[in-house]
């Protein structure tokens, strides 16, 4: 319920989101115009072995992000990012079936070291959570689904990072990164629970300590062609990797007005298993292919 609920206040706050070129140039103070992005990516094709329920129903997925300013400064800014994401599962006797819901909430503090340097330290959150239930009809679409394991379904990681903005590299126009070390896991969200947050028992390890985020991205004209990837790693990795085609161009390529994509999720997910990519929630390992639409 507190996730629907933020979502909604989320949703308020972004009803004056205006096209916005940078987010370390915005204008200073309180609740200053944010972005907003609604994308949807469609399955081409699976890359590893898969359970039979999860091939039939784990389809694509609708995206809806929002990152708002909270309170700007010359040289620092807090910020907030909500984006619930949708699992796509086809359509059963005249109904859409939604297998699954992931949350993403992230609370950032920034801090611009110089022209191109910004230092990071976020609060971030994942949730799943099942969402319809899938009309299994054959006693093998039962037995499989009962192997079905949802491997996240709630993680609330401390991140520290160094963000770099686009600079010129060698033919590439435009080269930036993150890259950073989320070392505690969490038992609350700032949001959800900032009085436990910091217990001493809710201190754990996480198997992705560290996270990354590299893009190279050339113009013409009107148009932008972009590579991406982004992951995180420690024991495990887990990454995506895309390519987007991109036209009505912002100064932050996330920001682009429209947005092609092609790209590949997953890695270290096992046949049976529910689990999720950096910034793209519900994943399997597989090529989606799908746009945006931003402003």
């Known amino acids: 319920m507190k996730t629907v609920c933020l979502a909604a206040a989320l949703l308020m706050l972004s009803q004056n989101v205006v096209a916005q070129n940078d987010t370390v140039k915005a204008e200073y103070g309180w609740l200053q115009p944010g972005h907003f992005y609604f994308g949807f990516g469609h ?6 072995a898969i359970n039979p329920v999860l091939d039939k129903y784990y389809r694509g997925k609708f995206v809806f992000w929002w990152w708002k300013p909270i309170i700007s400064r010359p040289k620092w800014m807090i910020d907030l990012t909500a984006a619930p994401q949708l699992l796509y599962g086809g ?4 109904s859409f079936i939604l297998p699954a819901f992931n949350f993403r909430g992230e609370l950032a503090f920034r801090y ?23 009309p299994i009809s054959t006693p093998e679409e039962l037995a499989a689904l009962q192997q079905v394991e949802q491997k996240v379904n709630d993680v609330n990681v401390l991140r520290i990072g ?9 033919p590439i126009q435009q080269f930036s990164g993150h890259v950073g070390s989320q070392p505690i896991k969490m038992n609350y969200w700032f949001i959800g629970g900032g009085d436990l947050m910091f217990k001493k028992s ?3 390890k996480y198997d992705r300590r560290a996270y990354f985020e590299l893009q190279a991205s050339s113009t013409l004209g009107g148009q932008r062609l972009l590579f991406k990837i982004d992951g995180e790693f420690w024991q ?3 990454y995506l990797a895309e390519i987007r085609w991109s036209t009505q161009l912002s100064d932050d390529p996330m920001w682009d007005g429209l947005q092609i994509f092609l790209a590949y999720e997953g890695v270290n997910i096992g046949p049976n298993e529910v689990a999720i990519t950096p910034y793209n929630g519900v994943s399997r390992d597989w090529l ?3 746009f945006r639409i931003a402003n």
């Open 43 to 48: 399955r081409v094709a699976t890359t590893s």
């Open 91 to 94: 359509f059963y006797e005249r």
């Open 112 to 134: 611009r070291w110089d022209e191109y340097v910004v230092l990071y330290i976020s609060s971030l959150h994942y949730s799943t959570h099942a969402v319809d239930k899938l």
């Open 162 to 170: 160094v963000m770099w903005k686009p600079f010129a590299l060698g």
């Open 202 to 204: 809710s201190y754990e």
């Open 236 to 238: 495990t990795l887990r």
């Open 288 to 290: 989606v292919l799908g």
